[in-house]
Structures are given as structure tokens and as C-alpha cells.
């Protein structure tokens, strides 16, 4: 929601990168909202999928928005040298190089014209 909100808030609506970014976070704020209600809520999903009591799962949410939580931004090719495991294929090992690229080259390619 942060990106999507970035994207109204400090873009203006004819920036390259806002016409880039519109398409793929459409109703993105609206549906997250939602789906909060079904899945982080006290006993829905995500609390009777997981091992934790009430206190645990708000542990593990105070967790994740911190420093700490362990996120990294890092491209897919960089993601995919640092695993370090070398005996298990996964389908991102695969083709997770090769899209990221496509990718690449398509938001290059679009932010240039």
C-alpha cells in the first residue's frame, strides 16, 4: 500500500513512472483493506493457521515492521546467488533470472520513450 500510495501522493499523474506503476496497484489499497478483515483479524485465517496465541501474533506483527524483520531489497538475481543452496530447484531458480531481466528491460524501455 506504501508504494501505491507514494505513487498518488508524490508523483505527478503524467510522471512516466505513475503511468508505469497505475495499472498493476488498481484497487490494490481497497482489496488489502478487505482482505485484513478475513485474514488478520483476531481468530480469522491467519490466527487459526498459526501456533500462536493472541499475544504471539501480535509479536510477530510488531516483528515485521521493524528494522530487524530481516527484509532486504534485492534484485532476483542477487536473491537467487546468496541462497547458497545448491541441491533444490525451485521454479524462481529456473526462470527467476530470465523474467527479472524481461522485466527489466520492459520498465527500462517503458521509462525511456
Partial sequence: NAIITANVEELDPDHPLRRLMTP???RTAA???RAS???VNEFGLLHRAMPFTKQG???LFD?????S???TWATITARHAAKGVD???LP??????????LLRRFVSDYLVK
Fill in 24 to 26: 498493476f496497484g488498481y
Fill in 31 to 33: 482489496i488489502n483493506w
Fill in 37 to 39: 478483515f478475513a485474514l
Fill in 57 to 59: 501474533l501480535r509479536q
Fill in 63 to 67: 516483528f515485521a515492521r521493524t528494522s
Fill in 69 to 71: 524483520a530481516g527484509i
Fill in 87 to 89: 541441491s533444490v530447484t
Fill in 92 to 101: 524462481l531458480d529456473e526462470d527467476g533470472d530470465e523474467y527479472y531481466l
